[in-house]
């Protein structure tokens, strides 16, 4: 059977399943590789093909490892699949290994940064001819953007998920926003502070009238916003200002220190973050773990009172 044809049968069996997000990203895998791959049958291909397809990926297109083993996982969702629907060797599985990737850890935002990216959110440099200089003007989409940062920092909402945000997912008796396909299509609550409330109450009061089905975050064109154009505010928003790196990525790391800084725990977190493994929330723990152990060192009343 070829490419394209399995790929059928894998999709009605596994899109259900699949977020949005995770479909469209898997599609795109799949579109570049039946090219490269020339729509051969799945059953002839051999590790060598699937290897080769990946090393190509690294050479000759230069993508970064994060990249490459996201091809490789959705590869291997499908090979998985077609070795219990087609009963055919999992080549995958036995001879393809994915690479290796550090991850990175961002430092989390100060909250004087914080304070720059809300000033760049609302603000950007017109040019006042009369005067012949520029001037800060507030910017037309500000209430809707600074709701957006709130979320981020007050929830660590992912910026998928916060863009596949409906308004019937916003209870604003409560505060709570529900996320219905978060990674691995799994549902969690999340609670929402006054001032994220807040801004959010603003944001809903200027926009026209809607249906509980309608996106939370719209365009000014009234159409779902999308990923892209989230890290386009927050990126443009930090340069205006000087802060490097803003993106939502970022603000998810500075709400998950600040959150056990401030006294939350790591089971709390984990639910809050939407992880699956509480190991993934610990390396959040030992960043806490060496602040505190920082500022001990600087702050010792001991130390310092000579005791």
């Not at 009369?130 to 910026?159: C, M, P, Q």
């Not at 596949?164 to 929402?192: A, E, S, T, W, Y």
């Not at 000087?242 to 220190?257: E, L, Q, S």
Request: net charge positive; hydrophobic share 35%.
């Amino acid at each position: 059977m070829r490419f394209s044809d399995a790929l059928k049968g894998y999709w009605l069996a596994n899109k259900p399943d699949r977020a949005e997000s995770t479909f469209a990203s898997y599609s795109r895998v799949f579109s570049r590789f039946e090219e490269w791959i020339a729509d051969e049958h799945v059953e002839k291909m051999t590790h060598h093909q699937l290897n080769g397809y990946l090393n190509y990926l690294m050479d000759e297109r230069s993508l970064q490892p994060q990249s490459v083993k996201n091809h490789w996982i959705a590869l291997s969702s499908f090979w998985k699949w077609t070795s219990k629907e087609m009963e055919i060797l999992n080549v995958f599985a036995e001879h393809v290994a994915g690479p290796k990737v550090r991850h990175k850890m961002r430092s989390p935002f100060t909250k004087e940064e914080v304070k720059l990216i809300s000033k760049g959110v609302r603000y950007m440099k017109s040019y006042d001819r009369v005067n012949d200089k520029y001037v800060e003007a507030e910017r037309s989409s500000y209430v809707r953007d600074i709701a957006i940062l709130a979320l981020f920092l007050d929830t660590g909402i992912r910026v998928g998920e916060l863009c596949d945000l409906n308004i019937m997912d916003f209870n604003r008796q409560n505060g709570r926003l529900v996320i219905l396909h978060g990674k691995g299509d799994k549902q969690r609550v999340l609670p929402m502070g006054d001032r994220s409330r807040r801004r959010l109450w603003q944001y809903l009061t200027k926009r026209d009238e809607y249906k509980a089905a309608d996106p939370l975050f719209v365009t000014r064109n009234g159409k779902r916003m999308e990923r892209n154009h989230v890290y386009q505010i927050l990126a443009h928003a930090g340069r205006r200002y000087g802060v490097k790196a803003a993106g939502p990525h970022r603000f998810r790391h500075t709400f998950a220190i600040n959150f056990l800084r401030n006294g939350g725990s790591p089971l709390e977190l984990q639910r809050m973050l939407g992880h699956e493994k509480l190991e993934t929330v610990l390396i959040y723990v030992r960043l806490v773990e060496v602040d505190i152990e920082s500022a001990q060192k600087r702050a010792s009343v001991g130390d310092a009172w000579n005791v």
